[in-house]
């Protein structure tokens, strides 16, 4: 199947507006379909699909912008698709020129398109969004030098298992199996089996476990007697046997595994599961998969997630953990700060540190470094309560990687969200501190100093009178009034580029200024740059900035 591209009728868009026009510009989303590099997916994903049959395929930046959006709210495959109708940001953040009425794809298709794009492509998936926290600075490149790196156990979509439920499944579904191949089977236990479940919780509950374990055997005569049925009827079907192969299995599985044997079955629909022991007090067994997370030491950021089925020791797997890492970043690792159990580790490459490690720690930095490596623990917790890695609903052991990577996806979308959101309420607060220091009074032998303390106040009490860069107003007559000018259209304003999208800023030319201000140079002086100490009676500072000065100062932090 080849890639459907989007088609538009000039007749019909004629009487359409498109979303760009439509959006607030400074919406966190909107800014966020900028930073992100949708042709890196094109490039990646477009070799795996057929030219020469097969439907049109769905586009790649619609199929990724779904895949992010349920990573980044929590949502299921059917929810995300929903909301996508009613949402216009997330259309725009999907590719979408103009507002969509119906639903873009069946909610299954994002299955198949995981399927397709496999590890690999959740690895892809996760290096964009490293790439997009680097472009919004959310994260910055000396951070992926230090790391912290932990692992957790991701709990797979079942219930937990006991043997009585576990034994009279696998019957039933041999029976179900049985009926739609026409096998007919002798008995099928489809009264017994269930009464025989419902003694067994009962007399658990009641602490009566002779008669518990005599409710479980019951059971396991009953799933053997119905698995060799079976294998007498099929015969030498070749046809059958085929069908019956992976289910039978599971059951002898079942029926041989005893208390202490190792790799024991824990559920029928996902073989795959663990039963994992992490010495939590409330959750003394999880049933999932290990896994791994590498964030950056300083600022959080998630770099690396890998899925660790077998359940390793820790510290034989922080070698391949840093090597992704290496891979997704393009950056060595200097330093790696771990808890003890990484003991024996044998990495030589990076310098590791152990959780209360007291050799080898020289400096306070160093110290510091070492005591955020519990910083890690939160996020942990961050991406089971507001991401999905707490219930992982995906197939298979292909399903426990892919979750665990976008999981990890969605986390660091939502911390760029929020550092894209906090950008345009700084830059909203230093345009009014700088745009309150310029009155329309203005003249000439005008001059802007920060507010004097009040008559009778202590100098120590000075900068909690007012607020951080706030300006008073000094003319040759004397101090002009006890406020603060407000936010006008006085200063011009001109259109920028920054960071992929534009903003408005303040216009630094000499005509301007010279228009307003005459000659000489308006000066400034800010409250946070005054020795108040040194501060004179007559008001007067002794530090004084350009107008040039302050506006570079002022965005040089956005």
Known sequence: MTLKKSEH????????????????????????????????????FGSLYCEHNGSPGKPIRLMVGLEYLKQIYDLSDDKVVARWVENPYWQYLCGERYFQHE???????????????????????????????????????????????????????????????????????????????????????ARKGPQAVWKASRYAHAKQMRR???????????????????????????????????????????????????GKLYSLHAPEVECIAKGKVHKRYEFGVKVSITTTNKSNFIIGAQALPGSPYDGHTLQ?????????????????????????????????????????????????????????????????????????????????????????????????????????????????????????????????????????????????????????LISKSGFSGSTIYSVGDFFPLERRAFLNFTVSVPRLSEEIVKQYYGDDCMEICMLHSIDHRNYKPTGYPATKFALEDVLSYILKFW
């Open 320 to 472: 391949g953990v840093l090597a992704q890492t290496r891979r997704l970043t393009n950056t060595e690792i200097d330093e790696a700060f771990v808890d003890r159990g990484y003991r024996g580790h044998g990495e030589q490459t990076t310098t590791v540190y152990l959780s209360g490690q007291r050799r080898g720690i020289k400096t306070r930095s160093l110290k510091k470094r070492l005591k955020r490596r519990q910083a890690i623990e939160p996020i942990i917790g961050h991406l089971k309560s507001d991401g999905r890695l707490g219930r992982n609903y995906l197939h298979g052991v292909v399903g426990d990687a892919m979750n665990v990577l976008l999981c990890c996806a969605g986390h660091n979308l939502r911390m760029v969200l929020r550092v894209l959101r906090i950008l345009w309420r700084s830059f909203c607060w230093y345009c009014r501190a700088l745009l309150g220091a310029i009155g329309r009074q203005s003249r000439a032998d005008t001059r802007w100093f920060p507010a004097p303390p009040a008559q009778g106040c202590s100098e120590t009490n000075y900068g909690a009178r007012f607020p951080m860069n706030s300006f008073f």
């Open 9 to 44: 009728s000039p007749a019909l868009d004629l009487f359409r507006n498109e979303l760009s026009n439509l959006l607030d510009a400074r919406h966190a989303l909107f800014k966020l379909a900028a930073l992100i590099d949708w042709q890196t997916f094109d490039d990646e």
């Open 212 to 262: 518990m374990r005599r409710q479980v055997r019951t059971l396991g005569t009953y799933l053997g007697r119905v698995v060799r049925d079976i294998e007498r009827r099929i015969g030498k079907s070749e046809g059958l046997e085929a069908v019956f192969t992976d289910e039978i299995a599971l059951a002898k599985r079942l029926l041989a595994q005893e208390k202490h044997s190792k």
């Open 103 to 189: 639903m873009p794809i069946e909610p299954s298709s994002l299955s198949r398109f995981r399927q397709r794009i496999g590890r690999c492509g959740g690895e892809k998936l996760l290096a964009q969004t490293i790439a997009v926290g680097l472009k919004s600075r959310t994260v910055k490149t000396r951070d992926f030098k230090r790391v912290t790196v932990d692992t957790t156990v991701q709990e797979k979509a079942v219930s937990f298992p006991t043997d009585s439920k576990l034994l009279n499944r696998s019957r039933e579904r041999l029976v179900k199996l049985c009926q739609r191949n026409a096998v007919t089977l002798r008995q099928t236990y």
